[in-house]
């Protein structure tokens, strides 16, 4: 089991910067891959950003020179630097975990969310 909770979230004008945490429950050197969902209102869920044990990183194309996602082991955390933002880059944002010793980017764990708003 791995819980998940999220923090950083708030409002922010545009062009702005917010950096969002992810604290998780048990040492995630154990845990292959770890990432950011987000969900704005009336559109699907989108993974904004991925990253590895061995620091290998992807990106939704809409968030690339923006957003940089890395992880701390030592404090079990990971987080998300967001940079530039739009109001487009509005919606709850979700960390999300693959289980532990399983080399997969399947991500079975969630966490409850923070709201990110940027206004115009």
């Known amino acids: 089991q791995v819980q998940l909770v999220e923090s950083g979230g708030g409002l922010v004008q545009a062009g702005g910067s917010l950096r969002l945490s992810c604290a998780a429950s048990r040492s995630i050197s154990t845990i292959y891959a770890m990432g950011w969902y987000r969900q704005a209102p009336g559109k699907q869920r989108e993974l904004v950003a991925g990253?590895?044990?061995?620091?290998?990183?992807n990106y939704a194309d809409s968030v690339k020179g923006r957003f940089t996602i890395s992880r701390d082991n030592a404090k079990d955390t990971v987080y998300l630097q967001m940079n530039s933002l739009k109001p487009d880059d509005t919606a709850v944002y979700s960390c999300?975990?693959?289980?532990?010793?399983?080399?997969?980017?399947?991500?079975?764990?969630w966490g409850q969310g923070t709201q990110v708003t940027v206004s115009s």
């Open positions: 999300a975990a693959s289980s532990p010793f399983r080399m997969t980017t399947q991500y079975d764990y």
């Open positions: 990253i590895t044990t061995a620091g290998n990183t």
